[in-house]
């Protein structure tokens, strides 16, 4: 299959899913993994009987990775992810996270993630995890994080509750931070590698190489940014960002490519993570996607697509505690050193 990626004529199959071995881990991931995010209805309330054919379809294609977290739809994705893998849990790698609980709760204690895993469980109706990982670690204390937060991760990976551990979060400092303190079987960093964003290269890939530590790229769209739709409302980046999105929208489809598939394309392409997440709710969003893996990015339409976006490149918006937050000029998203 050598087609290039574009609307209109792309032809209706599907392509044979790779895999990747996620750091010093023994799980083998497809290099497309699933976001169950949209299942709690966070891009949109989704049909429920559709998501679950999303799910069904995914497996029976080969993606064989699910990350879900109880933060997501406060616990209503885990309990559809749940029902949905129900008598498929063998084929599927599955990641819940602990730790963030809503908007602006966040418990980073070993009395709570010891609770929240028993209930994550429960809802994904399976009896261990493949990944446990700390959710959003900026909103929390990095000392807590460090010496309290991962020690029980790992009293709860020797129970056999969790196959392997790690943490996500947006901030590149502080993922580094606590990757150098204490040892991480894996780190989900978001949008911060993709058409509008490559910093986590430079700045966290180094490091989870010196440590042995599988990195998870998630965002590859910039939740939802480069997209046709575009960014959901409670999107955290500047508008200069999101109206640059709209802009290379429009550019694709002024020349019959959809961007979106441009955008995934340009990370799976990206053979430093094991795996790249995307968020998808219905099985016409899976087809899609795995339309994606058997066609290679058409090069020029690439470098014109960069070439819109080239005036916000490396935007970012602060995250988290003051003193976990990546240095930003909070008024535009601009980097200080740009
Ligand atoms: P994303 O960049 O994958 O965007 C998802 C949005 O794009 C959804 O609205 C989805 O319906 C839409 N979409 C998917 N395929 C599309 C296509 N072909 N064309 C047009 N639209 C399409 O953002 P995300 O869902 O936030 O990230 C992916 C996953 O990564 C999440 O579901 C979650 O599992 C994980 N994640 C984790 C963290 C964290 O741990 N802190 C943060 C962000 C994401």
Known sequence: MSQSISGGNSENTIGSMQYRTLGRTQLVVSIMGFGASPLGDVFGAIDPAEGMRAVHLAIDQGINYFDVSPYYGLTLAEERLGRAIEGRRKGVILSTKCGRYGEASFDFSAERIRQSVDESLRRLRTDYVDLLQAHDVEFGDVEQIIHETIPEMRRLQQQGKARYIGITGYPLGTLVRIAEAVPLDSIISYCRYNLLVDDMDAVLMPVAKKHGIGVINASGLHMGVLTEGGAPSWHPAPAKVREAGSLAAEFCRSRGFDLAELAL??????????????????????????????????????????????????????????????????????????
């Open 265 to 338: 394309r340009f990370c799976f392409d990206y053979p430093l993570v094991a795996s790249t997440l995307v968020g998808m709710s219905t099985p016409d969003q899976v087809r899609r996607n795995l339309h994606v893996l058997s066609a290679p990015a058409d090069p020029e339409m690439v470098q014109q697509v960069r070439a819109i976006l080239a005036p916000v490149f490396n935007y970012v918006w602060p995250s988290g505690r003051r003193e976990n937050s990546d240095p930003v000029r909070e008024e535009t998203g601009e980097p200080p050193s740009r």
